[in-house]
T-cell receptor, first 117, second 112 residues
Framework: GAVVSQHPSWVICKSGTSVKIECRSLDFQATTMFWYRQFPKQSLMLMATSNEGSKATYEQGVEKDKFLINHASLTLSTLTVTSAHPEDSSFYIC?????????????FGPGTRLTVT | KQEVTQIPAALSVPEGENLVLNCSFTDSAIYNLQWFRQDPGKGLTSLLLIQSSQREQTSGRLNASLDKSSGRSTLYIAASQPGDSATYLCAVFMDSNYQLIWGAGTKLIIKP
């Protein structure tokens, strides 16, 4: 159990366009979802935390108007990168946790490779 | 502020050797600690999760220990295989802010 999927697994977009990444918890209800980005050869950096039905909480330095996060249901969160620039190219990973499990364990999606040309 | 350090940053050993990866953290008030594996260009695979009240967890050839008071965890890999080659990440969960704090990882190469 505790499977998280992401779609797409990779995407190439042109500068100035927007791209949406989906994160789904397949077999449990995710009360909280997290979005991370990872640059090559670096560790994960938390971008934002979202609770179902609430606005996301963004980490310092992350532009909320550029990285739009929606967590409209207990199984789906989306990250939209607006007006993408080449420096937004990165590996984006989501994770999900359920307050009902009582362990705070996060279950990670397989990641989405975004390349902005 | 919690900081997580992993040593070494990279490790290359011959197949069959037993090895130890280290993780240290500055704030002992953690809720749990997890070890993950990441293959190049891929997502994360959770290996072991140790609750703050536990001393160790085992899964197959992997054994993770936790000494919360000294701020240390080790991941022991027995009889290493080329398929174990990956980056291993350590992360601690802080229930003060519900966040995972990550180490930079150890890149492990097992030579056939």
């Amino acid at each position: 159990g505790a499977v998280v999927s992401q779609h797409p697994s990779w995407v190439i977009c042109k500068s100035g366009t927007s791209v949406k990444i989906e994160c789904r918890s397949l077999d449990f209800q995710a009360t909280t979802m997290f979005w991370y980005r990872q640059f090559p050869k670096q560790s994960l950096m938390l971008m934002a935390t979202s609770n179902e039905g609430s606005k996301a909480t963004y980490e310092q330095g992350v532009e909320k108007d550029k990285f739009l996060i929606n967590h409209a249901s207990l199984t789906l969160s989306t990250l939209t990168v607006t007006s993408a620039h080449p420096e937004d190219s990165s590996f984006y990973i989501c994770s999900a946790s359920s307050s009902g499990r009582g362990t705070y364990e996060q279950y990670f999606g397989p990641g989405t490779r975004l390349t902005v040309t | 502020k919690q900081e997580v350090t992993q040593i070494p940053a990279a490790l290359s050993v011959p197949e069959g050797e037993n090895l130890v990866l280290n993780c240290s953290f500055t704030d002992s008030a953690i809720y749990n600690l997890q070890w993950f594996r990441q293959d190049p260009g891929k997502g994360l695979t959770s290996l072991l999760l140790i609750q703050s009240s536990q001393r160790e967890q085992t899964s197959g050839r992997l054994n993770a220990s936790l000494d919360k008071s000294s701020g240390r965890s080790t991941l022991y890999i027995a009889a290493s295989q080329p398929g174990d080659s990956a980056t291993y990440l350590c992360a601690v969960f802080m229930d003060s802010n519900y966040q995972l704090i990550w180490g930079a990882g150890t890149k492990l190469i097992i030579k056939p």
